[in-house]
């Protein structure tokens, strides 16, 4: 057993699906990762708006606006803006659980598992806070 | 031996973030702080524009404040966005120069973009 193996076992990949049981931290890790790049697209249409704007103004492209809030306004772009919040949202909780965690509290398993339940409730009660005040207040409309 | 050999493996393979220090775990902390505050304001911002036509975004972006917010905004975002992706890139794809670049590529096209139709705006 002094030999040097021939090839190194391939290792799983992070976040080990093929490996790990179903536990809260496991799903909220994953799930901060997916939000995070969901937001990519958030920036990417954030931008969008920015540069609808610009070219709009400077008479590049005098459509580009209306074009923006004609996707803005769909029903697929709303779908679009609500999964960008929520994603948010669980993203913003997520982040604050990290920053928690590198304050080097809440390693216990019993608060390592609420941090995680409170994040993704908090992350959804914002999220359904957020649609609600602005359904009320006729900023959106279907 | 075996031990000397998954050495050797690692510092070649694995996650290549120990090798410039504490830097970049900083930046990710200190980026994601600054955009609790900084998306909470576009947040808000975009809250007040929302329904209110062209004319009331021309008017919210040509005030010098709410540019250079919004840059700074953009700015910090990317920032974070380049760390994040590149994270799931050393996690999947340790070796792959290749998609590094492309994502440095992305962030640079993404804040140009943003930058300049700021700018555009701004000017017009």
């Known amino acids: ?20 049981r179903f536990h809260i931290t ?47 306004k769909s029903p697929f772009g709303l779908l679009v803006w609500f999964g960008l919040s929520l994603a948010g949202f669980l993203h913003l909780t997520g982040g604050l659980r990290h920053l928690i965690w590198d304050m080097a509290i809440g390693f216990q398993l019993k608060s390592a ?30 | 031996m075996v031990d000397s050999y998954l050495r050797q493996r690692s510092s070649k393979d694995w996650k290549k973030s120990e090798k410039h220090g504490a830097g970049e775990w900083l930046a990710e902390r ?25 004319e009331a975004a021309l008017a919210f972006v040509k005030a010098p404040v709410n540019a250079g917010l919004m840059a700074l905004t953009f700015v910090i975002t990317v920032w974070h966005t380049y ?13 792959s120069r290749a998609l590094k670049l492309l994502n440095l590529l992305f962030c ?5 973009a943003a930058l300049s139709g ?5 000017k017009a």
Not at chain 1, 1 to 19: A, D
Not at chain 2, 83 to 95: E, R
Request: net charge positive.
């Open chain 1, 1 to 20: 057993m002094s030999q040097t193996p021939p090839q190194t076992p391939l290792r799983p990949m992070s976040p080990h699906l093929q490996i790990w």
């Open chain 2, 30 to 54: 200190w980026t994601s702080v600054a955009l609790i505050v900084l998306t909470g304001w576009a947040l808000w911002s975009a809250f007040g524009l929302m329904n209110q036509g062209y």
């Open chain 1, 26 to 72: 496991m799903f909220t890790s994953i799930l901060h990762r997916a939000t995070g790049l969901a937001l990519v697209v958030g920036a990417v249409l954030v931008a969008a708006w920015l540069l609808a704007i610009g070219i709009t103004a400077a008479g590049i492209c005098p459509q580009a606006y209306t074009a923006f809030l004609i996707f803005a």
């Open chain 2, 83 to 95: 760390m994040g992706l590149n994270a799931n890139l050393l996690d999947y794809f340790p070796n």
């Open chain 2, 118 to 122: 700021l700018f555009l705006a701004f």
């Open chain 1, 113 to 142: 598992n609420a941090l995680a339940w409170w994040g993704l409730i908090g992350g959804i009660v914002l999220t359904v806070i957020f649609w609600v005040v602005l359904f009320t207040t006729g900023k959106v409309v279907l």
């Open chain 2, 108 to 112: 640079l096209v993404l804040l140009a």
